[in-house]
Structure formats: C-alpha cells, structure tokens
C-alpha cells in the first residue's frame, strides 16, 4: 500500500492524502511521455523534488486506483515531481519557465516511461 501526500511547497500544489495499492515493486525513470496539447506528445525528464530543493529519484509502479483500475504511479520526494523538456541543459530550478512542478502523475501504460539506468 501507498500512502502519498505532499504539502503545499514551492514546487506544486498540496496533495491530501491519496491511497494506492502497489501491485509491483517501484523503478527509478528518467523520463515520461505526456501530452501537453491535443494531439501532441513529448517526452519530458522527470525528477523527484524534496523541501530542501534537491532532487531525488522520480519512482513509477503499476498500482491499483481505487476502482479507477490499474495505472502507472509516478511520483517522487516529499515535494512532488519535478519536470522540463527532454534534452534540456539547464539545472533543475524552480525560477526556470520551462520547468514545472507536480504532486504526482497516473499514466495509462508503461510505455510512456524510460527507465533510469
């Protein structure tokens, strides 16, 4: 079982408590597919956020969402995700336009992962 909840920060949003039943052991990934506009997908790099601004593993598993069916959890320090284009050569920084935070992400499909190393 999954207990995830982050407070609010600087990163993201506050995420009330949310309970998921892990139905696979978490992986460490280093990048995820998502669709920012209709019809357009983009692979992003993804990194796990902490309240002291460092990063730490971003972590995805296949859980069971409360009869929503079963996902892919990604999710990652006690702030969240953080996430920036794929190929970006900036550091990870909260003040950088194309950098975004997020509590967490459920995908469809394992497919829209690239795992870590």
């Not at 052991?25 to 669709?35: D, F, M, N």
Request: glycine content about 8%.
């Amino acid at each position: 079982m999954i207990l995830l909840e982050v407070e609010e920060n600087p990163n993201c949003e506050a995420v009330d408590m949310r309970v998921f039943h892990d139905l696979e052991p978490a992986r460490a990934i280093s990048q995820v597919l998502l669709e920012q506009n209709p019809g357009q997908e983009q692979w992003f790099e993804v990194a796990g956020w902490t309240t002291d601004n460092t990063v730490c593993p971003a972590l995805a598993q296949k859980v069971d969402d409360s009869g929503d069916g079963v996902a892919v959890l990604v999710h990652g320090g006690n702030a969240g995700l953080r996430l920036r284009p794929a190929g970006s050569d900036k550091e990870w920084d909260l003040n950088a336009r194309d950098q975004w935070g997020a509590g967490f992400l459920l995908l469809d499909s394992p497919e829209s992962l690239r795992w870590a190393n």
